[in-house]
């Protein structure tokens, strides 16, 4: 991984983790504006769901409202960061604003629509992170029922 991809990956953590002590789910992600070699990071987030009893506020769309309102043209220079591979809801939210790559820290515990995502000319990462993978596995395994909800079935 570049350091780039290391620093927006170790964000996306550390938002996952504040997360998981906070008694939500433990994904987290980064919204990173790379322009003439020069990383900027515009927002985190995280998983909000439990805390706010929200419907929509996932690690990616909470990173992305974060970020606030933006020109077209930068989501266009951007890498999302994420820890677990994006739902339908934050892939359609990539696409949406035509964020051309996303780095996604495991795929082991959920398998979203990294192939959309492909198909629609994303660059997608998947660095398979034991941490990552680690932590979502301990959350599931903790808290079935709110992970299933999360991810809209029924358990």
Not at 104 to 114: K, M, P, S, T, V
Request: proline share 3%.
């Amino acid at each position: 991984m570049e350091s780039t991809d290391q620093l927006g990956l170790s964000i996306a953590f550390q938002e996952a983790q504040d997360g998981y002590k906070e008694g939500g789910i433990p994904i987290g992600a980064a919204l990173v504006w790379v322009r003439d070699g020069v990383a900027d990071v515009l927002a985190s987030g995280r998983n909000l769901r439990l805390q706010k009893s929200s419907a929509t506020l996932h690690g990616e769309t909470s990173a992305l409202e974060n970020a606030g309102r933006l020109p077209a043209e930068v989501y266009r220079e951007c890498t999302l960061y994420t820890t677990l591979s994006p739902c339908s809801m934050c892939s359609g939210a990539i696409l949406l604003y035509k964020i051309p790559r996303v780095v996604i820290g495991e795929n082991a515990n959920f398998r979203g629509e990294e192939e959309l995502l492909r198909s629609r000319g994303v660059d997608v990462l998947v660095v398979d992170d034991e941490a990552c993978k680690m932590l979502m596995a301990r959350f599931i395994k903790e808290k079935p029922q709110e992970w299933y909800e999360d991810i809209g079935e029924m358990h």
